[in-house]
């Protein structure tokens, strides 16, 4: 059983940065951070494929950028210009499939397979 551990979250005035860590028991080509907010569905922030290649959700690019050391199995998401609605619980994923194409997915949580236990992010205005 793959174990994830977060870490890095915390409180932060709007327009501040963030940097999120998330340290694997093993590898896996396709990993992600999720955010959830209560009330509202888990949702896609950002993944990694292990040969560098990356997707945003429209509302993080250009501001959140993901990142991973694979010779330590470790992910990251810097996150800077944070604003209120950034506010979240925030999870590292990792999928147990192996894709072909040049992307890991990202759309849907259901897509991968192992979470950690999340880490608060809160942006105050």
């Known amino acids: 059983q793959l174990q994830l551990m977060e870490s890095g979250g915390g409180s932060v005035q709007a327009g501040g940065s963030l940097r999120l860590s998330c340290v694997a028991s093993?590898?896996?080509?396709?990993m992600g951070w999720f955010r959830q907010s209560p009330g509202k569905e888990r949702e896609g922030v950002a993944s990694?494929?292990?040969?560098?290649?990356?997707r945003y959700r429209d509302s993080v690019a250009g501001r959140f950028t993901i990142s991973r050391d694979n010779t330590k199995n470790t992910l990251y998401l810097q996150m800077n210009s944070l604003s209120p609605e950034d506010t979240a619980m925030y999870y590292c994923?990792?999928?147990?499939?192996?894709?072909?194409?040049?992307?890991?997915?990202?759309?849907?949580?259901?897509?991968?397979?192992?979470w950690g236990q999340g880490t608060q992010v809160t942006v105050s205005s």
């Open positions: 093993a590898a896996r080509q396709c």
């Open positions: 994923a990792a999928d147990e499939s192996v894709y072909l194409g040049a992307y890991c997915p990202l759309n849907s949580a259901a897509d991968f397979d192992y």
């Open positions: 990694i494929k292990n040969n560098g290649a990356t």
